[in-house]
């Protein structure tokens, strides 16, 4: 399993800055709640397939889609498979693998596996600076 977008980590914190650093990182592990750099999106072998199935945050927040399943998905924007740009294609994510999304500009950008037709999500980035929400 790989990992990346470390790159918001910092050694110059001050103790309270680093044990909330820490807290984040404890809430990132929790799929129901996703503070801090990193926001994972979990591919599911059943429903709603992506977790969550609609994730909402802010711009400039790294997203991360994660397989934890014993077989290959995609998170292919619409846009690939439809008229329109290709904003992201993981292509083939393998069982364990991950995919990091480019950095998209404020927009709802619905997605699918290319696998799994059935599997179906939505991400919206928001202008806002506003914690990352799973609320419709
Ligand atoms: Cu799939």
């Not at 650093?21 to 709603?48: D, H, N, R």
Request: aromatic share 12%; proline share 12%.
């Amino acid at each position: 399993m790989s990992r990346s977008s470390k790159s918001g980590m910092k050694r110059d914190f001050h103790l309270p800055g680093l044990v909330a650093l820490i807290f984040g990182f404890s809430l990132l592990m929790s799929p129901a709640q996703a503070y801090g750099p990193l926001f994972t999106i979990v591919m599911e072998g059943e429903a709603p397939y992506f977790f969550p199935v609609h994730a909402k945050v802010p711009t400039g927040t790294p997203i991360q889609w994660k397989n934890p399943t014993a077989t290959y998905h995609t998170a292919t924007y619409d846009g690939c498979v439809a008229e329109g740009p290709c904003l992201f294609d993981s292509g083939s994510v393998e069982p364990n693998g991950t995919y990091s999304a480019p950095s998209l500009p404020p927009g709802r950008y619905p997605y699918h596996c290319q696998v799994h037709p059935i599997m179906r999500g939505l991400l919206t980035v928001t202008e806002s600076t506003a914690s990352p929400s799973t609320n419709l």
